[in-house]
């Protein structure tokens, strides 16, 4: 079992940057590749970003590559999604979830645990 709780999220300009953690409580953290997504009112859940477990393979979501940045430290159980550049676009509610095994997944039905979620919201 494999608890995530989010933080970070909040209002900011379009332009400006956030950084949302996630930290990751029970086992095998460390194993698992971990996720980011994001779910705008009226739209489906969408891939944004992926870290294997050792955090040497990344893949990003074409609409916010270049802009955002995701990371882990497994020594504090933690991954992060640095965001850049942050559009009106980019504003849902971001989840961060723990793979089924150790390498970077695009697909929701991958990821085997999720956190609550946190709102970021970019205003124009």
């Known amino acids: 079992q494999v608890q995530l709780v989010e933080s970070g999220g909040g209002l900011v300009q379009a332009g400006g940057s956030l950084r949302l953690s996630c930290a990751a409580s029970?086992?095998?953290?460390?194993?698992?590749?971990m996720g980011w997504f994001r779910q705008a009112p009226g739209k489906e859940r969408e891939f944004v970003a992926a870290i294997s477990w050792r955090g040497s393979s990344t893949d990003y979501a074409d609409s916010v590559k270049g802009r955002f940045t995701i990371s882990r430290d497994n020594a504090k159980n933690t991954v992060y999604l640095q965001m850049n550049s942050l559009k009106p676009e980019d504003t849902a509610v971001y989840y961060c979830?723990?793979?089924?095994?150790?390498?970077?997944?695009?697909?929701?039905?991958?990821?085997?645990?999720w956190g609550q979620g946190t709102q970021v919201t970019v205003s124009s």
């Open positions: 029970g086992r095998a953290f460390s194993s698992n590749g």
């Open positions: 979830a723990a793979g089924i095994g150790p390498g970077t997944f695009y697909s929701t039905s991958l990821y085997a645990y």
